[in-house]
């Protein structure tokens, strides 16, 4: 856990596939997807899922709560 967080409200990288799965399904091979998460968390998060055959985008609102460096080599 991160100060007692145990997981992110909000999962970009889940929504981005679930929304490209969606849109290879579609008819038109667009989604556009209002995703709710982290309500019973207490950290409620909204996303915006735009996905269509070669773009997938994750929007929505956010603020910094860690920053850091890292070095290779």
Do not use: H, K, W
Request: net charge negative; hydrophobic share 40%; charged share 20%.
């Amino acid at each position: 856990t991160l100060d007692g967080v145990p997981e992110d409200p909000a999962t970009g990288s889940a929504n981005a596939a679930l929304g490209a799965l969606l849109a290879s399904l579609a008819p038109s091979g667009t989604v556009s997807l209002r995703i709710g998460q982290g309500d019973e968390m207490g950290r409620p998060s909204r996303l915006l899922v735009e996905a269509g055959p070669e773009r997938t985008t994750v929007a929505g609102p956010c603020i910094r709560f860690a920053e850091g460096t890292l070095s290779l080599g």
